[in-house]
């Protein structure tokens, strides 16, 4: 994992912590992660919005090599997802083994530990993805 200063990951975290994505105001459409432009129309992206939990596979690749400080995690499903409101967004699939993730699968936005910082006692934490019908997963 490349480290982070502390200071962009409390500024960021709530992105990752409530799957936020930006609106363009002017075409309607929505970016994750957030931007400062819209890369269509070039209008300035001011207004936040909470995305949708639920989605569904839309491509995925296990990965067998990873890295050093990762390795227990072997192998595991990295998918692309496509959320109810069509906003596609790239996780972690967990709660399942990789090999049976499959395309179309239905998942939901689970808040998973990613790991501690080498070089200080910053825990991190995160969205991964989960089968839809995995249990005890709040969605608020």
């Given at each position: ?97 990789p090999e049976n ?40």
């Amino acid at each position: 994992m490349v480290e982070q200063s502390i200071p962009l990951y409390w500024r960021t975290r709530q992105f990752r912590y409530r799957l936020m994505g930006t609106k363009c105001e002017k075409d309607g459409k929505v970016y994750f992660p957030p931007r400062k432009l819209c890369p269509e129309c070039g209008e300035i992206l001011n207004k936040t919005v909470l995305l949708p939990r639920t989605g569904k596979v839309v491509s995925y690749s296990v990965v067998h090599n990873g890295l050093s400080n990762r390795e227990e995690e072997l192998p595991y499903a990295v998918g692309l997802i496509e959320l109810d409101d069509g906003t596609r967004v790239v996780g972690q699939i967990i709660g399942i083994p990789p090999e049976n993730v499959s395309i179309g699968m239905r998942v939901k936005f689970a808040f998973r530990k990613y790991g501690a910082a080498t070089n200080s006692a910053v825990i991190r934490y995160g969205y991964k993805f989960v089968p839809e019908t995995y249990p005890n997963v709040n969605l608020s």
